[in-house]
């Protein structure tokens, strides 16, 4: 619990901090000249973090599915099979049944 904890706290400081560094470093040059720059820093910062937590996402979604996946297989694959009769193994060997008549054939018949 406390890695975990360390690790979110870590994060928050390298994603937050870094901006307020930046900012803190650039006060002493003009505003006008680095508005542009900064605002296309921020952009290209804000997509790729933006990127890397999707990615994150997506992975994290995966693996759950993964796991979940596999759970519900490993539950299914406990389960005894349902009992079958004795086949006979020469199954192939029997003459064929007889197919029934076509009920609708024989009325036709009857008819003319």
Same mark, same amino acid.
């Given at each position: !619990? ?6 979110w ?9 870094s ?5 803190e470093? /650039? /006060? ?6 680095l ?6 820093k921020q952009?290209?910062?804000?997509? *790729?973090?933006?990127?890397?937590a ?5 992975g994290?979604?995966? *693996?759950? *599915?993964? !796991? ?11 389960? @005894?099979?349902? @009992?079958? *009769?004795?086949?006979?193994a020469?199954?192939f060997?029997? @003459? @064929?049944?007889?197919?029934?008549? /076509? ?6 018949t009857?008819?003319?």
């Amino acid at each position: !619990m406390t890695c975990r904890l360390a690790a979110w706290g870590l994060t928050l400081v390298v994603v937050f901090g870094s901006a307020a560094w930046a900012d803190e470093a /650039d /006060d002493d040059a003009p505003v006008d000249a680095l508005l542009p720059y900064h605002k296309e820093k921020q952009a290209r910062v804000t997509a *790729g973090l933006a990127a890397v937590a999707g990615i994150a996402i997506v992975g994290v979604g995966l *693996g759950a *599915g993964v !796991m979940l996946w596999g759970a519900r297989l490993r539950r299914l694959n406990r389960q @005894p099979l349902a @009992p079958t *009769g004795r086949q006979d193994a020469f199954w192939f060997l029997r @003459p @064929p049944k007889p197919q029934p008549h /076509d009920s609708r054939a024989v009325e036709d018949t009857d008819a003319g």
